[in-house]
Nanobody, 125 residues
Framework: VQLQASGGGSVQAGESLRLSCAAS????????LGWFRQAPGKRREFVAA????????LYTNSVKGRFTMSRDNAKSTVYLLMNSLEPEDTAVYYC???????????????????WGQGTQVTVSS
């Protein structure tokens, strides 16, 4: 599946952005989906994930309460609403998908077989 991420930009601390990731499939039903980010000189890290069942999303601790991941299976699009952005959130954000991923692997980048191209998020203080 091909993924196209969009919605990044440059904002001030405390502001919000909503990232979108459109998939080239008829529906995302049954796909495990993830958002990851990579800052310069750092490894790609887990941000949020939605299991194949579409159940409760998972978040890394640093974004809990600020970020919300959602999915619209019919539109084949996954979203990441980012509120109260902090300079530490600055990174390239990537979406990922895998229709066979198991729940325990949702946070592992190597468990995904499809990736979007990334969208830059820059937060200034």
């Amino acid at each position: 599946v091909q993924l196209q991420a969009s919605g990044g930009g440059s904002v001030q601390a405390g502001e919000s952005l909503r990232l979108s990731c459109a998939a080239s499939v008829r529906t995302l039903s049954g796909y495990g989906l993830g958002w990851f980010r990579q800052a310069p000189g750092k490894r790609r890290e887990f941000v949020a994930a939605s299991p194949r069942t579409g159940g409760t999303a998972l978040y890394t601790n640093s974004v809990k309460g600020r970020f919300t991941m959602s999915r619209d299976n019919a539109k084949s699009t996954v979203y990441l609403l980012m509120n109260s952005l902090e300079p530490e959130d600055t990174a390239v954000y990537y979406c990922a998908a895998n229709p066979r991923i198991i729940y325990s692997s949702l946070g592992e980048p190597s468990s995904y077989d499809s990736w979007g191209q990334g969208t830059q998020v820059t937060v200034s203080s």
